[in-house]
T-cell receptor
Framework: AQSVTQPDIHITVSEGASLELRCNYSYGATPYLFWYVQSPGQGLQLLLK??????LVQGIKGFEAEFKRSQSSFNLRKPSVHWSDAAEYFCAVANQAGTALIFGKGTTLSVSS | GAVVSQHPSRVICKSGTSVKIECRSL??????MFWYRQFPKQSLMLMAT?????????EQGVEKDKFLINHASLTLSTLTVTSAHPEDSSFYIC??????????FGEGSRLTVL
């Protein structure tokens, strides 16, 4: 069965500093991978996704993620964090396009000034 | 981009009553819709998958008689929480899949059962 692990429950980063949120997945074949962001009480916003091709994926709001098959990872990065990036971040996996997503437990990002 | 609308966004009901939450794909036909449940400060848990015109497929541990899902058209799926109790209070989110496999999420519906 598929699973997603986000090892970090809570991360605090200074504004302007770089960010990396970790995500590891468990799936036999090449998975479909996603990163979503959720502000308190809000729905999900898709940051980026990986289906195939270039393993470095660019997303919205200056985020990028890199698919590393050898490490079963899909870590999210941003070179310079803004206070507005404070939110909950979810990594998710699916076995093919259009199917249900399995979510990780999420990482809460706090941004300090 | 495609929009998925959920209604109501917030609902408060008394224990023992039933509540219906609608999920609509506004500008596309959704081949499949998914319902998730999110407890406070936790992740999204898949409850069920529904295809238009057929019975929903529920995940293990989800009571199908408690959470009734109807997918009557290619643009509408409903989740009815029957005889709601305080432990059913949660954030319910739907997502809809297009024919090309793209997935869009609704804004969620917060249910509070008193």
């Amino acid at each position: 069965a598929q699973s997603v692990t986000q090892p970090d429950i809570h991360i605090t980063v200074s504004e302007g500093a770089s960010l990396e949120l970790r995500c590891n997945y468990s799936y036999g074949a090449t998975p479909y991978l996603f990163w979503y962001v959720q502000s308190p009480g809000q729905g999900l916003q898709l940051l980026l996704k990986y289906f195939s091709g270039d393993t470095l994926v660019q997303g919205i709001k200056g985020f990028e993620a890199e698919f590393k098959r050898s490490q079963s990872s899909f870590n999210l990065r941003k070179p310079s964090v803004h206070w507005s990036d404070a939110a909950e971040y979810f990594c998710a996996v699916a076995n093919q396009a259009g199917t249900a997503l399995i979510f990780g437990k999420g990482t809460t990002l706090s941004v300090s000034s | 981009g495609a929009v998925v609308s959920q209604h109501p966004s917030r609902v408060i009901c008394k224990s023992g009553t039933s509540v219906k939450i609608e999920c609509r794909s506004l500008d596309f036909q959704a081949t499949t819709m998914f319902w998730y449940r999110q407890f406070p400060k936790q992740s999204l848990m898949l409850m069920a998958t529904s295809n238009e015109g057929s019975k929903a497929t529920y995940e293990q541990g989800v009571e199908k008689d408690k959470f009734l899902i109807n997918h009557a058209s290619l643009t509408l799926s409903t989740l009815t929480v029957t005889s709601a109790h305080p432990e059913d209070s949660s954030f319910y989110i739907c997502s809809a899949s297009t024919y090309t496999g793209e997935l869009f999420f609704g804004e969620g519906s917060r249910l509070t059962v008193l």
